[in-house]
């Protein structure tokens, strides 16, 4: 984990309101103030389930209210392995259903979204509220998504390209979020959504993932098989992008292309009927 904690350091926002919700907070960005319900997402922070927090990922969720002129929450779920699956993915739809009750957001309008373990959290996210039926979710954004438990277990990863994210830390990760060895039968499907077997009647998708990032592989097949099932997904692969690059290389070009279609997906998604 320590390859990560130079990522991790927060700067102080004063525009962003924080609010309780039950045992849990949310980081509340609104640039813009209007008398009606605006669109609304999210925002889920990566951090292997085992660290990081909602405040880390401030400048992301600012740039995506300001370019979009939407809201965005970011939730401060509590981490493995003191709390293990469930609690983080409940924690998760508890903020959304407390984002969607909001007077100033639009709650047919709402996307999930996050990166790395808040990927595979939103992806999660939308297989419990598809489940459960009482919220409606427009979208969801995937950066480099960490779904799938079973990639800890392989041993014919070829590890020498990857960068901030190896099989050690995949495994510490999984095993402290799942409660078990990675790629066992403990895991649960809503652990770890490339174990889901149905993926019909999910909302939308975008997956953005580098091809020198341990997370390919999966991200690749969960795309595929979102398409097989009937949802429209949008595949972003970039050509030797490791783990995180839009974050320790932001001025990059890779990078600005990576966040440009990440803003335009959310447009698309989110801002079509305006």
């Not at 975008?206 to 949802?231: C, H, K, M, N, P």
């Not at 595949?235 to 290389?249: M, Q, S, T």
Request: a negative charge; glycine letters at 10%; charged letters at 20%.
């Amino acid at each position: 984990m320590r390859i990560l904690s130079g990522l991790l350091a927060v700067i102080p926002a004063k525009d962003v309101a924080v609010e309780a919700v039950g045992p849990i907070s949310v980081r509340v960005h609104r640039p813009v103030w209007s008398d009606r319900p605006l669109p609304a997402l999210l925002w889920i922070h990566g951090g292997g389930y085992v660290i990081g927090s909602a405040a880390q990922d401030d400048a992301v969720c600012r740039r995506f209210a300001e370019k979009l002129g939407i809201v965005v929450a970011a939730v401060e779920y509590r981490l493995a392995p003191e709390h293990q699956f469930p609690v983080p993915l409940h924690d998760c739809y508890d903020a959304l259903a407390w984002l969607a009750r909001q007077r100033y957001v639009d709650p047919t309008r709402v996307a999930v979204g996050g990166a790395s373990a808040g990927g595979g959290l939103a992806a999660a996210l939308a297989l419990l509220t598809h489940e459960r039926g009482d919220l409606q979710l427009a979208f969801q954004l995937l950066s480099y998504p960490m779904l799938d438990d079973r990639t800890a277990a392989r041993a014919d990863v070829d590890e020498s390209g990857f960068r901030l994210w190896n099989q050690k830390a995949n495994r510490f990760g999984w095993q402290a979020y799942a409660g078990c060895l990675p790629g066992s039968v403990g895991v649960s499907r809503l652990a770890a959504p490339a174990r889901y077997d149905d993926l019909s009647g999910l909302p939308p998708a975008w997956i953005g993932v580098g091809t020198l990032d341990l997370f390919y592989q999966e991200d690749i097949s969960y795309a595929g098989r979102l398409v097989s099932a009937g949802v429209e997904c949008e595949l972003d692969v970039v050509p030797g992008a490791f783990h995180g690059f839009d974050v320790v290389r932001p001025k990059a070009g890779a990078s600005q292309a990576f966040r440009s279609a990440q803003v335009a997906a959310l447009s698309a998604a989110l801002l079509a009927t305006d």
